[in-house]
């Protein structure tokens, strides 16, 4: 039977009896307005279910009816520039705001039926053909040519495929397979707890560019990496995962907004279309999908959006794409899942959350990676994941933050007082890490600067000791101090504000690329080193911490990518008043 009948309603959980063909995480319709849910849990024929809609005005007795199939996307051409909600419903702006789907149950279809795609056929008639080759191709939008690829489990010999112009449901190729003609349109549907597969898994080695020099310089993701952002409420997780979805170097963003408040959402819908993307001059949203469950709807679609926004995430990969997904925040996905599970009265874990908070959260990290992805021409594509953590209370002990930074690689750890400062982004240089440095520094010392890495370390290193002496400060005083250590002192600060600040509402400053970064770090360590000189040379300590090229140096996050040759006019200026500045001292 996959007919069942209702016996309890618990918020979300709908318990019912009579489904004994239907298999757990089998997608079922709840009643006569047919609302969306998945069973969680079976016993016997007894079927626990979690609805992805309000369940107000549904109870025992009414009809269940499973799918028969797992809860699944709908992948292809369409899916880029659209906002959808946990379970793929196309939202629209108005929805998001009222923090309610404005009709329960199946609604319009994820992607559009009507629109014709101009299909350019890759492959020809007559050729072999198997899971993930690409069978053509259409624009999806300005920027990404979007690859029809042979879905899993087909194989065999192209019968008939023609360019043209199709809806995505049209036949586009005819493949025959041992089992028959195998008509395929531009659907691919996928259960969007299963990974998708892929050929081989490679160890990141390329950065993911991001722009904002904290990350970029001293806690890199790479492409195929996964890093998490645990901080307190205001501390600037959100602004942080806009920026990196604005602006990091991957083809193809899905940011995730899982549970944060609505008005969160519409600030990114009202944000990200005129934001344009400084790789293609187009606006950002030609390249982003949107995933969009705010705390005011139903929870146990928060638990689903996650899952829908990595395989939408790892269908790009298939492509050859680079592609980074955005969660914000996992903390509202855990919470979902402690909700569900205390209602099917499992037994509790650390703080309420279920035992297996941990394993599933290692499972949807896992996802992400680099690889060689299926087909018999080799292709990379790689798939990063940065999730925010908002731990309550900012405690970094707690079971969600824990648990992910078991699997994740990267750390970066906002911290409450550096907000409190307005020291932005307050990622916390002293405890945040991360795992892919090494490999970050060669290629970065290969591609931009040779002495990239060398910088890099001396400054955290400066930034290290500026803790301790800054404690010496507190005790003794600042004249307690050698005149080596206050010019210490003077660079650490100059690390501080005029590197690792960095504004993300100002036009110049928000996107800093890596050439621009290793080059303001250069200039500051290098003003250090002839300060340094200047005063073993017999310069005044105090004309040094005065030179009227301290206040260019403020600035240099504010030169323009176009005007890099800027900075050596600085580097010739910080010359210039040092030698003067030891001209003088001789003098005195
Ligand atoms: P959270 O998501 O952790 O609650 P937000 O990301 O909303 O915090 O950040 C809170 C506020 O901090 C923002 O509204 C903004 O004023 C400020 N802020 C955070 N990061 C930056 C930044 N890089 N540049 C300037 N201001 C920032």
Redesign the pocket.
Known sequence: MNKGKITRVSGPLVEAKGLSDANIYDVVEVSKDKLIGEIIEMRGDVANIQVYEETTGIGPGDEVVSTGAPLSVELGPGLLERMYDGIQRPLEKLELLAGEFLKRGVTAPPLNREKLWEFKAEKEVGDEVIPGDILGSVDETSVINHKIMVPNGVKGKVKEIKDGEFTVDQTVAVIETENGDKELNMIQKWPVRSPRPFNRKLDPDTPLITGQRVIDTFFPVAKGGAASIP??????????QH?IAKYADADVVIYVGCGERGNEMTDVLDEFPELIDPKTGESIMKRTVLIANTSNMPVAAREASVYTGITMAEYYRDMGYSVALMADSTSRWAEALREMSGRLEEMPGDEGFPAYLASRIADFYERSGKVIVNGQVEKEGSLSVIG?V?PPGGDLSEPVTQATLRIVKVFWG?DYDL?YQRH???INWLNSYSLYQDKMDSYIDKTVDEKFSKNRMRAMSLLQQESSLQEIVRLIGRDGLSDDDKLKLDVTKSLREDFLQ????HETDAFCPMEKQDLMLDTILYFYDKSLEALSDGANLDRLEELEVKEKITRLKLIKDENLEEFDQVKEQIDKECKEAVAKGEDE
């Open positions: 901080g307190p409420f205001g501390s600037g997780k959100t602004v942080i920026q925010a908002s906002l907000s932005f982004p307050a960095q504004n993300a509402f």
